[in-house]
């Protein structure tokens, strides 16, 4: 047996204790957890090489990206965040993550007081904040549901915060959220044991039926999403930032930099929109190339940033962070690690700064960590082979890209007008006819330079019977001598799969 972990920090700063309250509503401030770095002297030491290790993991291939300046700084920026936040958790503890609670109650107070003062319907509609995604505030709905289980504190505000979180959870609609929310919860159930896991797996069978009874007898929007198993188009997606890594598959292009390959040429960098339409980024932000603009999977993510060398560093971290958690037993620490991995299957909940999602994971990955005995074996090969496994689970976009997809009637193209030579990049159009099989499809016009980026993207049905209509796509080109277009067929419904059921392309040269 290894020896007992030590407790908890004996005594967090106070402006540490105060900015984690508050951060959840105002997730903007996360960068003022590098001045938590200095706690990470309260870890063990075997902790410091793993950290160590990653810093270096994520160094060396900047300076091989194609710009490795900027690819130095960017990575070098992150780095020193994600260890201020581990810091911060470290300086917090296990112990003291409650106080998170306070932001998310003023953020769900604020999504719903907006909604209200809007006269929004609650129940006809996805809930949103005014800086917030519905995926967002739906994963905050989720760590409030972790906080009021886990954590520790009196029961009068625990109960509440819960409810609160399950509710603004299920208005959301975020299919993602509410998965992780109950692989979290029932995970730190499991890490439990007695009367308090059995009534927490009755209140979550009975919460979730009840919410799938209400999205279908009653056609909410929210609810009735929560019953579909779409991707919502994120198998585009992967499969342009598949050629991002093939691009750059030895170092990546560089941290923060993979949104300036995904976006359309031409695209023009905004902040957020505004009544009178969408404001520009200042030059300093938009020189970073849409650093939201994300592969939705972080794998995905981390290949195309800092190739396989950055990839092995963030799973060897995470591999000791989620064996950390389950050693030493922490229910809140284990439903926070596993519900933010699961979700970022399919999105990038990892990322800093970001709208405190990745702030919440490695900040509990610091409170873990700090607990962990320096003779733990979750140092050791335990961490090694859960590393191993979490990148198998989360690396589905890539595993299923290398089984072809095979439409049960190969469609054939019968017509196809796309002009090859010209002069103005903007506005270019092409026609596409196609031999296809009854059902609803979807038609994809990408283009290929460095990497693939798509231009449009257009729905399709065909109808038995009936002639298939005629697809016309189009868009800006980027400002080359010459670059490949595709014109891409996929099923209606996204899925898993991110290849498409068949392609063909052409080459178009800009000669002004």
């Known amino acids: 047996m290894t020896a007992p972990g030590p407790a908890d ?9 105060v900015w984690a309250a508050i951060l959840p509503a105002v997730y903007f401030l996360s960068p003022l957890a590098v001045m938590a770095l200095p706690a990470l002297r309260t870890l063990p030491r075997p902790v410091w090489w793993v950290l160590g290790g990653y810093a270096l993991s994520q160094q060396l291939p900047a300076l091989l990206a194609p710009d490795p300046l900027l690819a130095s700084g960017l990575a070098l920026a992150r780095t020193a965040l994600m260890l201020g936040l581990i810091g911060a958790g470290a300086a917090l503890g296990t112990r003291r993550l409650g106080v998170m609670g306070l932001g998310l109650a003023a953020a769900y107070i604020t999504a719903l007081g907006v909604a ?58 975020s299919r993602g959220a509410l998965a992780a929310a109950v ?32 999205g279908q007898q009653l056609g909410l929007p929210g609810l009735e999403r929560l019953n579909t198993t779409d991707t919502s188009g994120r198998d585009v997606i992967w499969y342009s930032t598949l050629s991002v890594i093939e691009s750059a598959p030895v170092a990546g292009v560089g941290s ?5 390959r995904l976006a359309p040429p031409g695209d023009v960098c905004t902040l957020w929109p505004t009544a009178e339409g969408a404001a520009p980024c200042p030059a300093w932000i938009a020189r970073l190339g849409h650093p939201w603009l994300i592969a939705h999977n972080v794998t995905l993510q981390q290949l195309a940033e800092t190739g396989p060398l950055g990839l092995l560093g963030l799973f060897v971290l995470l591999g000791v962070v989620v064996a950390a958690a389950v050693a030493l037993r922490n229910a809140l620490g284990v439903a926070v690690l596993s519900g933010l991995l699961l979700a970022t299957a399919n999105d990038n909940t990892l990322l800093v700064p970001g709208p405190f999602v990745g702030e919440l994971f490695w900040i509990t990955a610091g409170a873990v960590l700090v ?22 689970a989360l690396s589905l976009p890539i595993i299923s890209s290398a089984v072809p997809a095979r439409p049960a009637v190969p469609p ?15 506005a270019y159009q092409a026609y596409a006819r196609l031999n296809l099989t009854p059902g609803s499809y979807r038609v994809v016009l990408r283009s290929c330079t460095r990497s693939c980026v798509p231009l449009a993207i257009q729905s399709l049905q065909v109808v038995d019977g009936q002639d298939v209509p005629l697809v016309q796509l189009g868009g800006t080109l980027a400002q080359v001598r010459r670059q490949r277009l595709e014109l891409q067929l996929y099923p209606g419904r996204s899925s898993l799969r991110p290849q498409p059921l068949a392609q063909t392309d052409w080459t178009v040269e800009w000669q002004p």
């Open 256 to 260: 923060y930099l993979l949104g300036d």
């Open 412 to 426: 054939t193209l019968s017509a196809l007008i796309a002009p090859r030579t010209v002069k103005d990049v903007r």
């Open 183 to 214: 692989l979290g919860a029932a995970l730190g159930l499991a890490v439990r044991s007695g009367r308090r896991l059995a009534l927490g797996l009755v209140i979550g069978s009975v919460a979730l039926t009840g919410a799938y009874v209400a």
């Open 371 to 392: 607990r962990l005995p320096v003779t733990s074996l979750a140092l050791g090969w335990v961490g090694g082979l859960t590393a191993g496994v979490l990148l198998a």
């Open 9 to 17: 920090a004996p005594a967090a700063p106070r402006w540490v204790q």
């Open 116 to 173: 209200l003062l809007q006269g929004d319907p609650l129940l006809a509609q996805r809930l949103t904040h005014p800086y917030m995604t519905s995926i967002t505030l739906g994963l905050l709905g989720a760590a409030g549901i972790w906080i009021a289980l886990f954590a520790s504190g009196r029961v009068g505000w625990r109960v509440p915060l819960g409810v609160a979180g399950l509710v603004v959870l299920l208005l959301t609609g």
